[in-house]
């Protein structure tokens, strides 16, 4: 997917948990430049919140890099409590100043890569700013947790922090088809949710085999290498592969398990390691830059990625069968006996088994290799894998764009955006309009009533110039807010209205807080919303459990509709900004699916296939009344709908 040269230049904002120090030692700094996605945006910023200096690096003209160190705000306190209270603020500073520069830069996007402190940042960035956010997901952090461990508090919290953020974020992108259910679980919104798969760019030049890189670890060419390339810690299993290596050492001398990388347990395995005689057998190369990580695995007979991640991709891609242990994603790349051998988790007899085979089977090894390189491909070649996430990455840019057509076409003075709504609610279509508040009024008395409440707290969402802020404001007992992006329908509406709390803010980016309305009423605005389960999904986070939508909307699929659009008055099409054509199925659909149950349907007059003709006789008491009668002998061709639903 490309950009045409007419559109905007984009920007985004990452937020990492890690530091460029780490990055560099791992030989993995530069997967940073690979976040422009060839040249979609133009500046990429990205963000490390817990980094072990403060900095600001220029990567290039493009990339630049910030980092906040261990420094807290109140450093200087030395109660009992201090530490987790810096524990607590050190977010305000980072958020402070990254806000500042989410504005000075017009930065587009942003995007966090886990859902803890990162995701936290990037919904709190959302609500200052109003900039989409997506959130990444690298793995299952839940079973992560477990087999690693953590302090009991800190795990209660990113809990909270993982539910929180993954429920609010505009997109969760898994990096593997298997997270969804564990996402779903942990509260996203399944249409929300797009996977991205990981990609791999590896250069494919002339290949020069270099076994100084294998001598320089004390390897002979005699030796078959079977790798490991990764974070040296339990979770991925490396005791289990220096099991293997004890095994194969009683019956064989002619491997070398190396293990390239290092983490938490280097220490400890290099010291089981010599106390069980396996140096001979076993060599440790620490963390190696990307080139040298690439000879070795073209230069290895087989590779162990009984974890892998990426490390299992690179290892497919160039060629080396891989043995991994049957969990979570490997299935996708690794298809048993064809591209590589899965095996059972902990399986050290099926581990030996399978490695022994390899060993003993040069030309079946290589066929696995190739196989797995084809696989590998085809599913995470760095173009396809780009287009997936340059396609989300518009999805949500769609957002950004929608909140600044109403300045575009106020400027042009188009009459759509600036004419006087309340004006013509009462020339035109008065009767309409005044069956519409009596059902209104109608769902909130009931409700009134119903709830005992003191005070109801009501948004107007879409409220435009305030044509139903006046029917709500003859209700007591209200507190009445209204939200529309157009900066000219908001200052009507808040001169119109003053004990009205009016919002100049986008519905696709609500800036309210979750949960906090009993009734929203959004009238006549979902057809215009070309993400309208988006939209209900928006309102529905900001009412309260069991709070009401009072959803309004045309009939605009029926016959009728089509017969007037496209026949009768064509130009309507050109001059609307409608972007839904609502028949009463499709649009009950749609609610059921945000989580809303349908408690009452109100259907408005006979849907008549021409404006002047419709107009005529809506305004004369006989005219409505006929209408009123078509439209309850026939409901399809019924003129609208306004919906009382109930969040569940």
């Known amino acids: 997917m490309t950009k045409d040269a007419s559109d905007e230049e984009f920007s985004i904002l990452f937020i990492v948990p890690s530091d460029y120090a780490s990055l560099l030692e791992k030989g993995v700094a530069s997967m ?25 690096i220029n990567l290039n003209e493009t990339h630049q890099l910030i980092e906040f160190g261990p420094e807290y705000p109140f450093s200087f306190l030395n109660f009992r409590g201090a530490g987790l209270l810096n524990y607590f603020l050190k977010p305000i500073p980072i958020i402070r100043k990254v806000s500042q520069l989410v504005r000075k830069e017009h930065i587009s996007l942003i995007r966090a890569t886990d859902p803890y402190w990162c995701g936290f940042y990037a919904w709190v960035l959302n609500k200052l700013t109003g900039v989409p956010f997506c959130i990444s997901i ?54 929300k949710i797009r996977v991205i798969p990981h990609g791999v760019q590896i250069d494919e030049g002339p290949y020069q085999e270099d076994r100084k890189i294998l001598e320089s670890f004390g390897i002979s060419s005699g030796k078959k290498v079977i790798s490991f390339v990764g974070r040296l810690a339990e979770d991925n299993y490396v005791y289990d592969i220096i099991k293997l290596a004890k095994r194969l050492s ?37 963390f190696l830059p990307k ?26 891609w160039v060629g080396c069968p891989p043995i991994a242990y049957d969990i979570e994603w490997h299935y996708e790349l690794v298809k048993n006996n064809e591209t590589g051998f899965l095996i059972g988790e902990g399986d050290i007899d099926s581990l030996t088994e399978a490695t022994i085979y390899l060993l003993d089977h040069p030309s079946k090894t290589k066929e696995m290799g190739a196989k797995a390189r084809e696989l590998a491909i085809k599913r995470h070649e760095i173009s396809r894998t780009s287009d997936t996430k340059k396609n989300c990455y518009t999805e949500l840019l769609q957002l950004k764009r929608i909140q ?40 909130i008395k009931r409700h009134l009533d119903s709830s005992h409440c003191s005070l109801i707290r009501v948004l107007d969402a879409g409220c435009g110039d305030g044509v139903h ?29 003053l004990l009205a709390k009016i919002v100049h803010g986008d519905l696709l980016c609500l800036p309210l807080r979750p949960r906090v309305f009993d009734i929203v009423l959004c009238s006549q605005v979902i057809e215009h919303i070309p993400q309208d389960v988006f939209l209900l999904r928006e309102l529905s986070e900001v009412l309260k459990l069991g709070g009401i939508l009072i959803l309004g909307t045309p009939n605009e699929g029926c016959l009728m509709a089509r017969l007037r659009n496209h026949i009768f008055e064509r130009n309507i099409i050109k001059t609307t900004d409608h972007l839904q054509f609502y028949k009463e199925p499709i649009i009950r ?55 009382k639903c109930v969040k569940s």
């Open 291 to 316: 080139g040298k990580i690439i000879t070795i695995r073209r230069q290895s007979f087989l590779s162990l990625c009984l974890k892998g991640g990426f490390s299992l991709i690179e290892s497919c």
């Open 469 to 497: 802020l006046h029917t709500l404001t003859q209700i007591q007992g209200l507190d009445i807010w209204g939200i529309d992006y157009n900066p000219l329908r908001t200052k009507r509406a808040h001169q119109n209205f």
């Open 32 to 56: 940073i430049l690979e976040r422009d996605e060839g040249g979609f945006f133009k500046r990429v910023f990205t963000v490390h919140p817990y980094a072990t200096k403060t900095q600001n």
């Open 404 to 443: 600044k057509i109403p300045d575009r076409e106020v400027e042009k003075k188009n009459p759509w955006y600036t004419g006087n709504q309340i004006e013509a609610s009462q020339k035109h279509a008065k009767p309409t309009i005044q069956r519409r508040c009596k059902f209104i009024l109608g769902c």
């Open 138 to 191: 690298h793995t299952d952090y839940e079973n992560f947790y477990k087999k690693t461990g953590g302090k009991r508090g800190t795990l209660f919290l990113y809990k909270i922090f993982e539910t929180f953020v993954l429920r609010r974020a505009h997109l969760v992108m898994p990096i593997r088809e298997h997270l969804i259910p564990y996402l779903q679980k942990k509260g996203a919104d399944p249409s």
């Open 589 to 643: 659909q749609k609610i059921e699916a945000a989580g809303f149950t349908i408690e009452e349907v109100m259907r408005e007059n006979w849907f008549f296939p021409h404006q002047l003709i419709n107009y005529y006789l809506v305004n004369r008491a006989w005219g409505f009344k006929l209408m009123g009668i078509l439209s309850r002998i026939i409901p399809s061709q019924t003129g609208g709908y306004y919906f």
């Open 250 to 286: 009683k019956i064989r001398d002619n491997f070398i398990v190396l293990l390239v990388g290092d983490g938490p347990e280097g220490n400890q395995l290099r010291k089981v390691v010599k106390e069980d005689n396996l140096s001979p057998f076993v060599r440790f190369t620490g």
